[in-house]
Structure formats: C-alpha cells, structure tokens
C-alpha cells in the first residue's frame, strides 16, 4: 500500500524549505543586494511552487480520506458478509463480490481469488488475530481476570493502526 505519512512529509519539508527562501529573498530585498523586479520575479515563482507543494498535500490528504472511507466500508462489509450475502438478491451478491476481490478464476473444480487491497489486509489481520488466539499462553499464577485482559490487549495490538496511520491533515 502507499505510504501517505512518508509523501507528506516530503511535502512538508519541500514546503518549509521554500519558505525560508522566502525569508531569505525578503532579507535579500532589504538589503538592497537585488532589485525590485528581480525579487517580485523571485517571491511569486517561490509562492507558485510554495502554492503547489500545498495544493499537493491537500490532494493527498484527499485521497487518503477517500481510501480510508473505502476501507471502512470494506471493513464493515467483511463483518457481516456471511449474514448479508445469505440474504441478497443474485445481483447483489455479484457486487459484494466484486467489491471483496479484484479477479476469481475457476480452474476446474479449484476457485482461485485475488483480494483487492481492503480485503486482504483485513485477512492479513484475521490470520494474525487466529495466530494469536491459537498460540497465547495464559500465566496460571495470574488472577483469573488477568489473562483475558491480557489476551484483549495483544488482539488489540494486532487491530491498532500503525502508529503513523493517524496523521494532521496539512495546513
């Protein structure tokens, strides 16, 4: 998957380094060590580039915004799919289908599919959180409570978004 925190950061870096040619440029003007056209040339190509680093950022942001929405929607389909497909009309379990895998190919008596991005991270998970629920050993000198806190806990880690995944918006 993309990495939006890793691209906006560039971002933010391109942008501050614009803005202190900026502040240079002005005290450059102040100085009187360039001319009065020459600097207006200067500022408003450095503000263009500044305007579209920013404009770079909210699109991202965006995109970003719109992949995690389809992600929800992925995610909150997966929790009741078994439910809700039992119901549907043939026609609809053709688009939960298609909204769960990008390709399903039948070879044979061998179904093969290819999950779309959502779908297999959302797997991913759920064979992490089976792993941990097969192989998590209880400490038997523990309060009874303690090891079902502690069992909620390591699912919740594996469930918890990364710690990067929750970044502001840009300006």
């Given amino acids: 998957m993309y990495d939006y925190s890793a691209t906006i950061d560039a971002l933010r870096q391109d942008h501050d380094r614009k803005k202190r040619q900026l502040d240079l440029l002005y005290e450059d003007r102040l100085s009187e060590r360039i001319s009065g056209e020459r600097y207006d040339e200067l500022h408003n190509k450095i503000a263009q580039e500044q305007a579209d680093i920013e404009q770079n950022m909210t699109n991202i942001a965006d995109n970003s915004r719109k992949r995690l929405k389809t992600g929800i929607d992925v995610l909150e389909k997966s929790q009741q799919a078994a439910i809700v497909y039992a119901k549907k009309s043939p026609e609809e379990k053709r688009k939960l289908i298609e909204d769960l895998f990008t390709s399903l190919t039948l070879d044979g008596t061998q179904l093969f599919a290819e999950y779309n991005p959502y779908s297999l991270a959302i797997s991913k998970q759920v064979e992490k959180h089976q792993k941990v ?27 918890r978004a990364r710690p990067d995944s929750n970044r502001r918006s840009p300006p």
């Fill in 133 to 159: 629920i097969q192989h998590f050993r209880t400490n038997k000198k523990a309060p009874s409570n303690r090891s079902n806190d502690e069992l909620t806990e390591t699912l919740r880690t594996v469930w």
